[in-house]
T-cell receptor
């Protein structure tokens, strides 16, 4: 099945610094999603990307859908303590019939720690 | 904002016992999912459900697992005879049906299943 490689596995940064993480895949995805997970909670959607080359922002977050459809990155600018958590990329594939039941394949996650 | 709700938040069960995890998806959503996350690992797809039937399932979702939408609001995951390795967080997710499969999924906060 599809595999997503997410890096880095963890990051320790100072408040105010910018953060960048990325995901790569050996196969194509039609949709890339970025989620954040806080301890004891479910993944919360941050950004959804639907077109190759698409660059989308959500406040201090910016994400891009790679041209090859095999990668995506997420940038967080001017990090703050509440950015702490685990960030997951997820890919969704449309099946041969052009529809998709929406199965998501997740990356391994990036653990972000922000020091005040 | 509407949420996916899951009960119970924590379930402790003896190995070999049956367990039912419950979810109430967002009310106008039509696609429903179960995922699991073993402690410290990535989120893994189990099953998708649409139009009262399973649309896709992973190899994790073997004969011990079943899903049901017993009424208009609940979506359940049953594990028939639990094993130690079934211990994990189980997340329910749902999404609406607008266009061919590109609407993001919304996740509940999960049920922590502990098998003793």
């Amino acid at each position: 099945g599809q595999q997503l490689n997410q890096s880095p596995q963890s990051m320790f940064i100072q408040e105010g610094e910018d953060v960048s993480m990325n995901c790569t895949s050996s196969s194509i995805f039609n949709t890339w999603l970025w989620y954040k997970q806080d301890p004891g909670e479910g993944p919360v959607l941050l950004i959804a990307l639907y077109k190759a080359g698409e660059l989308t922002s959500n406040g201090r977050l910016t994400a891009q859908f790679g041209i090859t459809r095999k990668d995506s990155f997420l940038n967080i600018s001017a990090s703050i303590p509440s950015d702490v958590g685990i960030y997951f990329c997820a890919g969704q594939l449309r099946n041969a019939g052009g529809t998709s039941y929406g199965k998501l394949t997740f990356g391994q996650g990036t653990i972000l720690t922000v020091h005040p | 904002e509407p949420e996916v709700t899951q009960t119970p938040s924590h379930q402790v069960t003896q190995m070999g016992q049956e367990v039912i995890l419950r979810c109430v998806p967002i009310s106008n959503h039509l696609y429903f999912y179960w995922y699991r996350q073993i402690l410290g690992q990535k989120v893994e797809f189990l099953v998708s459900f649409y139009n009262n039937e399973i649309s896709e399932k992973s190899e994790i979702f073997d004969d011990q697992f079943s899903v049901e939408r017993p009424d208009g609001s609940n979506f359940t995951l049953k594990i028939r005879s639990t094993k130690l390795e079934d211990s994990a967080m189980y997340f329910c997710a749902s999404r609406p049906h607008r266009g061919p499969g590109n609407q993001p999924q919304h996740f509940g906060d999960g049920t922590r299943l502990s098998i003793l």
